[in-house]
């Protein structure tokens, strides 16, 4: 995780750079918010592998004398039912609809979709491992 991260860290300053350079020279807001979203986006992606890497230490994958085995047995932990999916989709529907439709249909949509967001995410918070 730690070339992934340096590799995005990379990348995010590249779109820092090229959104400050980019709104100086243009005054364009619509680019540069573009490049200030993909700075923002891949610095998330970065830190992210960071922490990952913090956390879990070096994988399988980061050494040179790794074999194939050393990366083998269960990935992680995949709930066998859960309804929140299902819930996310159809208030992200609700949502995508309540563009079109009116600030109504979104917000009861967005509602959704955050109580099946929140669902997915606690739904095995207390799991023992």
């Not at 879990?56 to 004398?65: C, L, M, T, W």
Request: glycine share 12%.
């Amino acid at each position: 995780m730690k070339v992934e991260s340096m590799l995005f860290g990379g990348v995010a300053v590249f779109f820092g750079g090229a959104a400050a350079l980019y709104g100086w020279w243009s005054r364009d807001p619509a680019g540069s918010a573009a490049l200030a979203i993909a700075f923002l986006m891949a610095a998330l992606v970065s830190f992210f592998c960071a922490v990952q890497y913090r956390r879990k230490g070096r994988r399988p994958q980061d050494r040179r004398d790794a074999e194939v085995a050393d990366a083998s047995g269960p990935v992680e932990f995949f709930p066998p039912k859960s309804p929140w999916p299902l819930i996310t989709a159809l208030g992200f529907a609700i949502t995508a609809t309540g563009v079109v439709y009116g600030l109504w249909l979104f917000l009861i949509g967005f509602g959704v979709l955050a109580r099946g967001v929140v669902g997915m995410v606690f739904q095995y918070a207390r799991r023992q491992d």
